[in-house]
């Protein structure tokens, strides 16, 4: 059986992960946020579109179109936000999509409210909306592409063997160690982020955390192989930046 691949923040360019999944024949492929695809995203993936799972990133719901593109794709049932999915090779699979937002939750101490959440979920955020500026009858539309605590604590109360995230983990320089306690919660083995469009050697602090913390570049792709004495990571392609930024 072929790989899981996990492909780092695409920016509207799909063309090199289709050809990575058929090279490989990949069981499945995760996109790891901030996709921003310029058709639905089943057509931008038809070629493999029964082997894609994604998350949102901050930037897939940057307007009505790049949202109707996502969410309103036959893809959209593939989201892994929030909920745990069994993958073909065996892998339980986990997702957090988007990012933390001062408007709703920033959990770091020198956030506005000390880090405290303004909502704790959806609902409750679309309901203290005044009604001319609810989108399409919720909160904002960029918000779909962030954080609330009610998602998190469901996470928290279910077991994976990897985490799928857009935010990085305690590790990496603006990462959040919020997300090392969900991943020890979860009892994951892996935690594979996006984002910051670099590929960080954390090595050194997989046995404290008690887990591997891996990024996946900008545009970059790696299968993660979680194996009985550990984790396994194989870069498939290497992310567009990532000589530049390997000392970030």
Same mark, same amino acid.
Do not use: K, T, W
């Given at each position: 059986m /072929? +790989?899981?691949l996990y492909c780092g923040d695409p920016h509207g360019s799909f063309a090199h992960i289709v050809e990575a999944a058929l090279r490989t024949d990949a069981c499945a492929v995760v996109l790891l946020g901030d996709m921003e695809p310029k058709r639905p995203l089943h057509e !931008?993936? =038809?070629q493999i579109r029964d082997r894609v799972w994604w998350? +949102? /990133?901050? $930037? &897939? %719901? =940057?307007? =009505?179109e790049i949202w109707d593109h996502v969410w309103g794709s036959d893809l959209a049932d593939r989201n892994l936000h929030a909920r745990v999915v069994p993958l073909p090779d065996g892998t339980r699979l986990a997702g957090l999509g988007g990012v933390?937002? &001062?408007a709703v939750w920033h959990p770091t101490p020198a956030a506005a409210r000390g880090g405290a959440p303004a909502f704790q979920s959806r609902a !409750? $955020? %679309?309901? %203290?909306? +005044?009604p001319q500026d609810r989108w399409r009858g919720g909160h904002q539309c960029k918000h779909w592409g962030t954080i609330y605590p =009610? !998602?998190?604590?469901r996470l928290s109360e279910l077991q994976a063997d990897v985490l799928v995230t857009h935010e990085a983990s305690g590790y990496h320089p603006y990462g959040f160690e919020l997300l090392d306690a969900l991943a020890q919660s979860m009892d994951v083995k892996a935690l594979v982020h996006g984002h910051h469009h670099d590929r960080l050697?954390?090595?050194?602090?997989w046995a404290s955390q008690g887990f591997a913390s891996i990024g996946v570049g900008f545009r970059g792709i790696s299968a993660v192989f979680v194996e009985p004495d550990g984790v396994r990571i194989e870069v498939v392609r290497k992310g567009d930046l990532d000589d530049r930024r390997a000392g970030r």
């Open positions: /072929g +790989p899981v !931008e993936l =038809d998350i +949102p /990133g901050n $930037h &897939d %719901a =940057d307007s =009505d933390f937002r &001062d !409750e $955020h %679309a309901a %203290a909306m +005044p =009610d !998602e998190l604590n050697d954390s090595r050194s602090r």
